[in-house]
């Protein structure tokens, strides 16, 4: 999560700001056990983020699983919240998504358009 924070505390947060918003994402925003300690919230969203891209992107399903597998990319992925792999400003947009309409919008926005 010291990545999280990090985005939060370059948008000009304080770090009061940061952790609250930091504690509204993990506790509220994401799918419960998402950070637990065995991370099962985690495991649920990459089954359903998986099933969801090999239905609507069968080619970048068939690509990510010519390396090594879904598990292996898509968990750096969420656990971030996409900072590692996307552009700040992509980032920040999935943000604004996330504080604005909640996570359950997050598959309706990604798929909408195919």
């Known amino acids: 999560m010291n990545s999280i924070c990090g985005m939060l505390l370059l948008l000009r947060a304080s770090t009061d700001e940061a952790f609250w918003l930091t504690e ?3 506790f509220h925003l994401v ?7 065995d991370l099962t919230g985690l495991r649920i969203e990459r089954l359903v983020f998986r099933d969801l891209v090999q ?11 010519e390396f090594s597998g879904f598990e292996l990319y898509f968990d750096k992925w969420l656990i971030c ?5 996307l552009p700040t400003e992509l980032v ?5 998504l ?4 909640g996570y359950k919008s997050f598959h309706r926005h990604i798929f909408s358009k195919q």
Do not use: M, T
């Open 24 to 26: 509204h994402l993990v």
């Open 31 to 37: 799918p419960a056990a998402y950070y637990g300690s």
């Open 55 to 65: 239905k609507y992107c069968p080619a970048q399903y068939a690509k990510i699983n």
């Open 81 to 85: 919240l996409f900072i590692d792999i």
């Open 92 to 96: 920040l947009r999935i943000w604004d």
């Open 98 to 101: 996330l504080f604005y309409e």
